[in-house]
């Protein structure tokens, strides 16, 4: 059975300092999704990691994948309030019939001024 | 209407009620999926359907019962409802094309089981 872990799964943090959140999962895939999630609203997909080595950034963002490691990070650089929101890693475990995703359980973020 | 819809958005209903949740897209996918997301838990793959076929039931209880008369359509069917089964419930869908395979989410039912 796959299983996802993030860590943290609580972090609050200052506007303007770094951080990185980590996304542990138990077997081979080389796919993996982050999403985003504000409250009581929908996920938004952030990253789309298709390959060992990927590294994706969008603005104060920026996602990467191990696969060898079985590791994807998530660097927050400079934050702001507007970041604030549970953050998910999904492992897609495709089969010939499509996307199957496992998600970690979230890493809550608050940034406070 | 755009991308993935889901209707109602919000939803009570009590243990002896019969309901359904809609779930619309406007993508041309041909996978669509049922997720639960209750709080304090990951989010939790109920059922997969591929060109309206269904492809995967992660041991949902039969209290809930998928129907997807085509690709762009998928219903959750409820019936005698535990409170346990309050939650959000999300629709997805995603190609089946390539690598293609990102799922995109609509804005979920939050359900109340009274």
């Known amino acids: 059975e796959l299983k996802v872990e993030q860590n943290p799964l609580f972090l609050s943090m200052q506007e303007g300092k770094n951080y990185t959140i980590y996304c542990n999962y138990s077997?081979?895939?080389?796919?993996l999704y982050w999403y985003r999630q504000d409250p009581g609203k929908s996920l938004e997909s952030l990253f789309v990691l298709l390959s060992n080595g990927a590294v994706k950034q969008e603005g104060r963002l920026m996602a990467s994948l191990d696969t060898k490691a079985r590791l994807s990070t998530l660097h927050i650089t400079a934050a702001v309030h507007d970041l604030s929101a549970t953050y998910f890693c999904?492992?897609?475990?495709?089969?010939?019939?499509?996307?199957?995703?496992?998600f970690g359980e979230g890493t809550q973020l608050t940034v406070n001024p | 209407e755009t991308g993935v819809t889901q209707t109602p958005r919000h939803l009570v209903m009590g243990m002896t009620n019969k309901k359904s949740l809609k779930c619309e897209q406007h993508l041309g996918h041909n996978a669509m999926y049922w997720y639960k997301q209750s709080a304090k838990k990951p989010l939790e793959l109920m059922f997969v359907y591929n060109f309206k076929e269904q492809t995967e039931n992660n041991s949902v209880p039969s209290r809930f019962s998928p129907e997807c008369p085509n690709s762009s359509h998928l219903f959750l069917h409820l019936h005698t409802l535990q409170p346990e089964d309050s939650a959000l419930y999300l629709c997805?869908?995603?190609?089946?094309?390539?690598?293609?395979?990102?799922?995109?989410f609509g804005p979920g039912t939050r359900l109340t089981v009274t």
């Open positions: 077997t081979t895939s080389d796919r």
């Open positions: 999904a492992v897609d475990m495709e089969e010939t019939s499509g996307s199957r995703l496992t």
């Open positions: 997805a869908s995603s190609p089946m094309r390539g690598d293609e395979y990102e799922q995109y």
